[in-house]
């Protein structure tokens, strides 16, 4: 089945611990990006990549690193979290060249 | 700044009468705007496309319409039903830009 698969689904942890969310799509899509969405704020781009080793800013970076060494992985790292990034994360992908997105199934993501 | 506004945050409709949900933008010429369905807690589905040069296009009990004048596409749902209930976003795109989102429209069909 094609699918955008995110990891962890729910997440809680602490100001300043490391963390990473998993992305990883079986469709060899070459555009992968993340997105955040936060209430009354809708979904707002974090980073995209247009391919392996390829990757570009959206319009909320800030805090946020992506990699992108594989073209099925794309994960999210929080090198230092802090509570403005409690927020529900998804990932999605699509083939270059063409206009549907596919999403993942989300990452609630709470920073105390 | 581009900016793209969808009509109201909530809305509340009878079953079986049709739903329009309203998206507008501003400051950019799009070729072409995607609709997309979410339901609480899971990520966006695709539902429709339409181009820049379409009026109109159908699926089922949805209709999409496109009219680059106004800057606005409406979306349809005809013979709503409560599992019609969601919210639904639109994105405007043009070329190869990344795709943005208005913030929704959170449809409940009431039996």
Redesign the interface.
């Known amino acids: 089945e094609a699918q955008?698969t995110q990891n962890p689904r729910y997440l809680i942890t602490v100001t300043g611990k490391k963390l990473t969310v998993t992305c990883s799509q079986n469709m060899n899509h070459e555009y992968m990006?993340w997105y955040r969405q936060d209430p009354?704020?809708?979904?707002r781009?974090i980073y995209?990549s247009m391919n392996v080793e390829v990757t570009d800013k959206?319009?909320v970076p800030e805090g946020y690193k992506v990699s992108r060494k594989e073209k099925r992985n794309f994960p999210l790292i929080l090198e230092s979290p802090s509570p403005n990034q409690t927020s529900?994360y998804?990932c999605?992908s699509r083939r270059q060249g063409e206009?549907?997105?596919?999403?993942?199934?989300?990452t609630?993501l709470s920073v105390l | 700044s581009q900016k793209i506004e969808q009509n109201s945050e909530a809305l509340n409709i009878q079953e079986g009468k049709t739903a329009t949900l309203t998206c507008n933008y501003t400051n950019y010429s799009p070729a072409?705007l995607?609709w997309y369905r979410q339901d609480p807690?899971?990520?966006?589905?695709?539902l429709l496309?339409i181009r820049e040069n379409e009026k109109e296009k159908r699926k089922e009990r949805l209709k999409v319409t496109f009219d680059t004048t106004l800057k606005q596409s409406l979306f349809h749902i005809t013979a709503s039903q409560p599992a019609d209930s969601a919210t639904y976003?639109c994105a405007p795109?043009s070329g190869n830009t990344?795709?943005?989102?208005?913030?929704?429209t959170r449809l409940s069909v009431i039996a």
């Open positions: 955008v990006s009354g704020l809708g979904l781009q995209y959206g319009d529900l998804f999605a206009i549907i997105q596919y999403f993942g199934a989300g609630r | 072409y995607q807690g899971r990520g966006p589905v695709f496309l976003l795109r990344p795709l943005v989102f208005g913030k929704g």
